[in-house]
Protein backbone atom coordinates (compact mmCIF):
# COMPACT_ATOMS: atom_id res chain seq x y z
CA UNK A 1 0.00 0.00 0.00
CA UNK A 2 0.94 3.34 -0.69
CA UNK A 3 0.50 7.15 0.31
CA UNK A 4 -2.35 8.49 -2.26
CA UNK A 5 -3.66 12.49 -2.43
CA UNK A 6 -7.44 13.33 -2.69
CA UNK A 7 -8.97 16.31 -4.20
CA UNK A 8 -11.91 17.44 -1.77
CA UNK A 9 -14.15 20.42 -1.71
CA UNK A 10 -14.70 21.95 1.59
CA UNK A 11 -16.83 24.71 3.10
CA UNK A 12 -15.46 28.27 3.30
CA UNK A 13 -18.00 30.42 4.55
CA UNK A 14 -21.33 29.79 5.14
CA UNK A 15 -23.49 31.29 2.12
CA UNK A 16 -26.11 34.34 2.96
CA UNK A 17 -28.61 34.05 -0.23
CA UNK A 18 -27.04 32.02 -2.98
CA UNK A 19 -24.25 30.42 -2.44
CA UNK A 20 -21.35 31.17 -4.71
CA UNK A 21 -18.04 29.75 -5.59
CA UNK A 22 -16.46 32.05 -2.94
CA UNK A 23 -17.94 29.82 -0.29
CA UNK A 24 -15.78 26.87 -1.16
CA UNK A 25 -12.37 25.27 -1.47
CA UNK A 26 -10.43 23.34 -3.28
CA UNK A 27 -7.97 21.10 -0.92
CA UNK A 28 -5.39 18.24 -1.49
CA UNK A 29 -5.18 15.60 1.27
CA UNK A 30 -2.45 13.00 1.78
CA UNK A 31 -3.80 9.53 2.97
CA UNK A 32 -1.65 7.03 5.09
CA UNK A 33 -1.25 3.86 4.82
CA UNK A 34 -4.87 2.17 5.33
CA UNK A 35 -5.08 1.02 9.46
CA UNK A 36 -6.79 -2.31 9.71
CA UNK A 37 -10.44 -2.21 9.06
CA UNK A 38 -10.39 0.54 6.67
CA UNK A 39 -10.86 0.45 2.69
CA UNK A 40 -9.90 3.51 -0.14
CA UNK A 41 -12.17 3.28 -2.35
CA UNK A 42 -11.96 5.77 -6.19
CA UNK A 43 -15.19 7.44 -6.62
CA UNK A 44 -17.05 7.09 -9.79
CA UNK A 45 -20.01 9.00 -9.24
CA UNK A 46 -20.57 11.96 -6.14
CA UNK A 47 -23.84 13.16 -5.91
CA UNK A 48 -24.78 16.93 -5.38
CA UNK A 49 -28.74 17.51 -3.94
CA UNK A 50 -30.75 20.30 -3.11
CA UNK A 51 -30.64 19.37 0.46
CA UNK A 52 -27.53 19.75 0.86
CA UNK A 53 -27.87 23.91 0.85
CA UNK A 54 -29.68 23.78 4.22
CA UNK A 55 -26.69 21.92 5.76
CA UNK A 56 -24.43 25.37 4.65
CA UNK A 57 -26.33 26.77 7.57
CA UNK A 58 -25.62 26.75 10.67
CA UNK A 59 -29.33 26.06 12.17
CA UNK A 60 -30.41 23.22 13.66
CA UNK A 61 -32.38 20.57 11.46
CA UNK A 62 -32.27 17.07 10.75
CA UNK A 63 -28.93 16.57 9.86
CA UNK A 64 -25.81 18.62 11.41
CA UNK A 65 -24.33 21.53 9.23
CA UNK A 66 -21.53 20.96 6.95
CA UNK A 67 -18.80 22.13 9.52
CA UNK A 68 -16.26 24.82 7.99
CA UNK A 69 -12.84 23.68 6.99
CA UNK A 70 -13.67 20.46 6.37
CA UNK A 71 -14.59 18.13 3.68
CA UNK A 72 -19.02 17.70 2.81
CA UNK A 73 -20.07 14.54 2.84
CA UNK A 74 -22.93 13.17 0.10
CA UNK A 75 -23.95 10.54 -1.78
CA UNK A 76 -21.16 8.32 -3.58
CA UNK A 77 -20.67 5.07 -6.10
CA UNK A 78 -17.46 3.92 -6.71
CA UNK A 79 -14.73 0.61 -6.12
CA UNK A 80 -12.10 -0.37 -3.63
CA UNK A 81 -8.86 0.30 -4.67
CA UNK A 82 -7.27 -0.90 -1.93
CA UNK A 83 -8.68 -2.72 1.46
CA UNK A 84 -7.76 -4.11 4.34
CA UNK A 85 -10.72 -5.46 5.07
CA UNK A 86 -11.49 -9.11 4.49
CA UNK A 87 -15.54 -8.12 3.97
CA UNK A 88 -14.35 -5.55 1.22
CA UNK A 89 -11.93 -6.81 -0.81
CA UNK A 90 -10.40 -4.30 -4.00
CA UNK A 91 -13.29 -4.49 -6.98
CA UNK A 92 -15.78 -4.51 -4.63
CA UNK A 93 -18.69 -1.63 -6.12
CA UNK A 94 -19.48 0.59 -2.64
CA UNK A 95 -22.32 3.21 -2.11
CA UNK A 96 -21.47 5.70 0.74
CA UNK A 97 -21.64 9.58 2.04
CA UNK A 98 -18.23 10.21 1.36
CA UNK A 99 -18.94 12.53 -1.45
CA UNK A 100 -17.28 15.81 -2.64
CA UNK A 101 -13.95 13.97 -3.41
CA UNK A 102 -12.04 11.87 -5.77
CA UNK A 103 -10.94 9.14 -3.05
CA UNK A 104 -12.31 8.22 -0.27
CA UNK A 105 -10.69 6.27 2.78
CA UNK A 106 -12.56 4.84 5.84
CA UNK A 107 -13.09 2.46 8.09
CA UNK A 108 -15.07 -0.48 5.90
CA UNK A 109 -18.13 0.27 8.22
CA UNK A 110 -19.10 3.72 6.49
CA UNK A 111 -19.66 1.81 2.61
CA UNK A 112 -21.76 -0.54 1.71
CA UNK A 113 -21.15 -3.19 -0.73
CA UNK A 114 -23.59 -3.37 -3.91
CA UNK A 115 -24.00 -5.71 -6.61
CA UNK A 116 -23.14 -4.73 -10.23
CA UNK A 117 -26.26 -4.32 -12.50
CA UNK A 118 -25.69 -5.47 -15.99
CA UNK A 119 -26.07 -3.04 -18.31
CA UNK A 120 -26.89 -0.07 -15.78
CA UNK A 121 -24.69 2.61 -15.34
CA UNK A 122 -23.16 2.76 -11.78
CA UNK A 123 -24.64 6.81 -11.59
CA UNK A 124 -28.22 5.08 -11.61
CA UNK A 125 -28.07 3.60 -8.03
CA UNK A 126 -27.56 7.30 -7.06
CA UNK A 127 -30.87 8.32 -8.81
CA UNK A 128 -34.01 6.84 -9.42
CA UNK A 129 -32.56 3.46 -8.06
CA UNK A 130 -31.03 5.00 -5.33
CA UNK A 131 -32.21 7.87 -2.66
CA UNK A 132 -34.00 9.57 -4.94
CA UNK A 133 -36.24 7.50 -6.20
CA UNK A 134 -36.62 6.30 -2.86
CA UNK A 135 -37.90 9.62 -2.06
CA UNK A 136 -40.61 9.97 -4.14
CA UNK A 137 -41.87 6.47 -3.46
CA UNK A 138 -42.03 7.52 0.31
CA UNK A 139 -43.72 10.73 -0.20
CA UNK A 140 -46.43 9.14 -2.25
CA UNK A 141 -46.85 6.17 -0.28
CA UNK A 142 -46.30 6.57 3.48
CA UNK A 143 -46.82 10.59 3.34
CA UNK A 144 -49.35 10.75 0.74
CA UNK A 145 -51.77 8.02 0.58
CA UNK A 146 -52.01 8.42 -2.83
CA UNK A 147 -54.79 6.36 -4.16
CA UNK A 148 -55.97 4.55 -7.13
CA UNK A 149 -58.10 7.48 -9.26
CA UNK A 150 -56.15 10.29 -7.79
CA UNK A 151 -55.38 13.93 -9.44
CA UNK A 152 -51.52 14.35 -8.34
CA UNK A 153 -49.88 17.47 -8.55
CA UNK A 154 -46.01 17.71 -8.35
CA UNK A 155 -43.80 20.87 -8.22
CA UNK A 156 -39.97 20.85 -9.45
CA UNK A 157 -41.79 18.00 -11.23
CA UNK A 158 -38.36 17.85 -14.06
CA UNK A 159 -35.81 17.22 -11.52
CA UNK A 160 -34.67 14.12 -9.77
CA UNK A 161 -36.97 13.55 -7.26
CA UNK A 162 -39.70 14.97 -9.33
CA UNK A 163 -39.04 12.88 -12.96
CA UNK A 164 -39.22 9.98 -10.33
CA UNK A 165 -42.47 10.88 -8.87
CA UNK A 166 -44.40 11.64 -11.98
CA UNK A 167 -43.68 8.08 -13.06
CA UNK A 168 -44.20 6.32 -9.89
CA UNK A 169 -48.05 8.05 -9.05
CA UNK A 170 -49.00 6.70 -12.71
CA UNK A 171 -47.99 3.11 -11.87
CA UNK A 172 -49.37 3.27 -8.66
CA UNK A 173 -52.45 4.35 -10.51
CA UNK A 174 -52.90 7.99 -10.53
CA UNK A 175 -55.97 9.55 -12.79
CA UNK A 176 -54.25 12.41 -13.65
CA UNK A 177 -50.59 13.62 -13.03
CA UNK A 178 -49.45 17.49 -13.30
CA UNK A 179 -46.38 19.00 -13.17
CA UNK A 180 -44.35 22.23 -13.02
CA UNK A 181 -40.96 23.09 -14.34
CA UNK A 182 -38.30 25.94 -15.37
CA UNK A 183 -38.54 26.28 -19.28
CA UNK A 184 -40.61 24.72 -22.48
CA UNK A 185 -37.98 22.15 -22.74
CA UNK A 186 -38.45 20.39 -19.64
CA UNK A 187 -42.52 21.03 -19.92
CA UNK A 188 -42.14 19.04 -23.12
CA UNK A 189 -39.59 16.02 -21.60
CA UNK A 190 -42.37 15.69 -19.05
CA UNK A 191 -45.46 14.85 -21.07
CA UNK A 192 -43.42 13.50 -24.25
CA UNK A 193 -41.13 11.64 -21.81
CA UNK A 194 -42.25 11.14 -18.28
CA UNK A 195 -45.92 10.18 -18.71
CA UNK A 196 -47.18 13.98 -17.18
CA UNK A 197 -50.68 14.21 -18.54
CA UNK A 198 -50.24 17.84 -18.34
CA UNK A 199 -47.65 20.50 -17.16
CA UNK A 200 -46.84 24.01 -17.32
CA UNK A 201 -43.46 26.61 -16.94
CA UNK A 202 -44.05 28.22 -13.83
CA UNK A 203 -42.14 31.58 -15.68
CA UNK A 204 -45.15 31.78 -17.96
CA UNK A 205 -47.33 33.47 -15.53
CA UNK A 206 -48.22 33.11 -11.50
CA UNK A 207 -48.48 29.43 -10.68
CA UNK A 208 -51.74 30.12 -9.34
CA UNK A 209 -53.35 30.72 -12.15
CA UNK A 210 -51.86 28.14 -14.50
CA UNK A 211 -52.44 25.32 -12.44
CA UNK A 212 -56.37 25.95 -11.95
CA UNK A 213 -56.80 26.08 -15.55
CA UNK A 214 -54.84 22.66 -15.49
CA UNK A 215 -56.64 21.26 -12.55
CA UNK A 216 -60.44 21.77 -13.33
CA UNK A 217 -61.45 19.11 -11.02
CA UNK A 218 -58.68 19.77 -8.03
CA UNK A 219 -55.72 18.07 -6.74
CA UNK A 220 -55.75 15.53 -4.26
CA UNK A 221 -52.29 14.60 -3.76
CA UNK A 222 -49.58 17.15 -4.00
CA UNK A 223 -46.25 16.45 -3.84
CA UNK A 224 -43.74 19.97 -3.03
CA UNK A 225 -40.48 19.95 -4.12
CA UNK A 226 -40.50 24.09 -3.92
CA UNK A 227 -42.55 25.12 -1.91
CA UNK A 228 -43.68 29.38 -1.74
CA UNK A 229 -45.92 30.38 -4.19
CA UNK A 230 -46.19 26.19 -5.56
CA UNK A 231 -47.62 25.44 -1.86
CA UNK A 232 -50.04 28.53 -2.15
CA UNK A 233 -51.07 27.50 -5.49
CA UNK A 234 -52.01 24.12 -4.64
CA UNK A 235 -53.86 25.30 -1.45
CA UNK A 236 -56.29 26.87 -3.94
CA UNK A 237 -56.91 23.56 -5.41
CA UNK A 238 -57.04 20.49 -3.23
CA UNK A 239 -59.79 18.78 -2.92
CA UNK A 240 -61.72 18.29 0.26
CA UNK A 241 -59.10 15.33 2.23
CA UNK A 242 -56.03 15.62 -0.13
CA UNK A 243 -53.01 15.02 1.06
CA UNK A 244 -49.78 17.13 0.27
CA UNK A 245 -46.16 15.21 1.12
CA UNK A 246 -43.74 18.08 2.14
CA UNK A 247 -40.33 17.13 0.16
CA UNK A 248 -38.32 20.37 -0.21
CA UNK A 249 -38.83 24.04 -0.57
CA UNK A 250 -36.22 24.81 -2.79
CA UNK A 251 -37.35 28.25 -4.11
CA UNK A 252 -37.23 29.07 -0.18
CA UNK A 253 -33.57 27.67 0.26
CA UNK A 254 -31.72 30.99 -1.00
CA UNK A 255 -33.87 33.98 0.52
CA UNK A 256 -32.04 36.28 3.19
CA UNK A 257 -35.18 37.05 4.37
CA UNK A 258 -38.14 35.60 5.44
CA UNK A 259 -40.49 34.87 3.43
CA UNK A 260 -44.28 35.70 4.05
CA UNK A 261 -46.61 32.56 4.42
CA UNK A 262 -49.23 31.43 1.90
CA UNK A 263 -52.01 33.48 2.40
CA UNK A 264 -54.96 30.53 1.91
CA UNK A 265 -53.84 28.64 5.02
CA UNK A 266 -57.25 28.62 6.62
CA UNK A 267 -58.66 26.37 3.32
CA UNK A 268 -56.53 23.45 5.48
CA UNK A 269 -58.98 24.00 8.05
CA UNK A 270 -62.52 23.74 6.19
CA UNK A 271 -61.30 21.29 3.30
CA UNK A 272 -59.62 18.99 5.98
CA UNK A 273 -56.27 18.94 4.10
CA UNK A 274 -53.23 17.18 5.57
CA UNK A 275 -49.87 18.55 5.60
CA UNK A 276 -47.13 16.37 6.18
CA UNK A 277 -42.95 17.09 5.85
CA UNK A 278 -40.88 14.30 5.62
CA UNK A 279 -36.95 13.60 5.49
CA UNK A 280 -36.06 9.91 3.94
CA UNK A 281 -34.28 8.97 7.45
CA UNK A 282 -37.44 8.20 9.07
CA UNK A 283 -38.47 5.67 6.53
CA UNK A 284 -35.50 3.55 5.75
CA UNK A 285 -37.76 0.29 6.99
CA UNK A 286 -39.12 1.16 3.19
CA UNK A 287 -36.34 0.09 1.69
CA UNK A 288 -36.87 -3.45 0.62
CA UNK A 289 -40.37 -2.68 -0.66
CA UNK A 290 -39.17 -0.19 -2.55
CA UNK A 291 -36.52 -2.15 -3.78
CA UNK A 292 -38.56 -4.94 -4.84
CA UNK A 293 -41.14 -2.88 -6.07
CA UNK A 294 -38.66 -0.75 -8.26
CA UNK A 295 -36.69 -4.22 -9.53
CA UNK A 296 -40.11 -5.10 -11.30
CA UNK A 297 -40.77 -1.92 -12.89
CA UNK A 298 -37.51 -1.25 -13.75
CA UNK A 299 -36.75 -5.30 -14.97
CA UNK A 300 -40.09 -4.37 -17.19
CA UNK A 301 -38.45 -1.45 -18.59
CA UNK A 302 -41.13 1.02 -17.01
CA UNK A 303 -39.25 3.53 -15.89
CA UNK A 304 -36.98 6.23 -17.93
CA UNK A 305 -34.41 8.54 -16.31
CA UNK A 306 -32.33 11.89 -17.05
CA UNK A 307 -28.86 12.49 -15.96
CA UNK A 308 -26.90 15.95 -16.01
CA UNK A 309 -23.11 14.78 -15.69
CA UNK A 310 -20.47 17.01 -14.91
CA UNK A 311 -16.98 15.53 -15.31
CA UNK A 312 -14.96 15.98 -12.66
CA UNK A 313 -14.16 16.83 -9.20
CA UNK A 314 -12.80 20.16 -9.79
CA UNK A 315 -16.35 20.73 -11.07
CA UNK A 316 -18.51 19.89 -7.95
CA UNK A 317 -19.34 23.41 -7.16
CA UNK A 318 -20.37 24.42 -10.56
CA UNK A 319 -22.59 21.59 -10.63
CA UNK A 320 -24.20 22.02 -7.36
CA UNK A 321 -24.57 25.88 -8.09
CA UNK A 322 -26.06 24.91 -11.74
CA UNK A 323 -28.52 22.70 -10.02
CA UNK A 324 -29.28 25.06 -7.44
CA UNK A 325 -30.24 27.37 -10.62
CA UNK A 326 -31.96 24.72 -12.35
CA UNK A 327 -29.93 23.28 -14.75
CA UNK A 328 -30.16 19.97 -14.64
CA UNK A 329 -32.83 17.84 -16.09
CA UNK A 330 -33.58 14.74 -13.86
CA UNK A 331 -30.38 13.62 -11.84
CA UNK A 332 -27.56 16.16 -11.44
CA UNK A 333 -24.35 13.88 -10.88
CA UNK A 334 -20.56 14.72 -10.90
CA UNK A 335 -18.58 12.02 -12.65
CA UNK A 336 -15.02 11.58 -11.28
CA UNK A 337 -13.64 8.25 -12.44
CA UNK A 338 -12.39 7.71 -16.30
CA UNK A 339 -14.23 4.46 -16.74
CA UNK A 340 -17.25 5.41 -15.14
Not at 71 to 82: D, F, P, R
Not at 105 to 116: G, I, S
Not at 133 to 147: E, F, K, Q, S
Not at 250 to 277: C, Q
Request: one cysteine or more; hydrophobic letters at 45%.
Amino acid sequence: MTNITSTQIQLATRPTGWPTHDNFRTVTVEYSDLAPGEVRVRNAFVSVDPYMRGRMNDVKSYTPPFALDETMTGGAIGHVIESAADELPVGTLVQHDLGWRDIAQADAAEFRAVPELPGVPLSVRLGILGMTGMTAYVGLTAIADLREGDTVFISGAAGAVGTAAGQFARLLGAKRVIGSAGSAEKVALLTEKYGYDAAFNYKDAPVREQLRELAPEGVDVFYDNVGGDHLEAALDVMNPGGRIALCGAIALYNEAAKPAGPDNMANIITRGLTLKGFTLGGYVHLAPEFQERMSVWFGAGKIVYDETIVDGIDHAVDAFLDMMHGANTGKMLVRIADDA
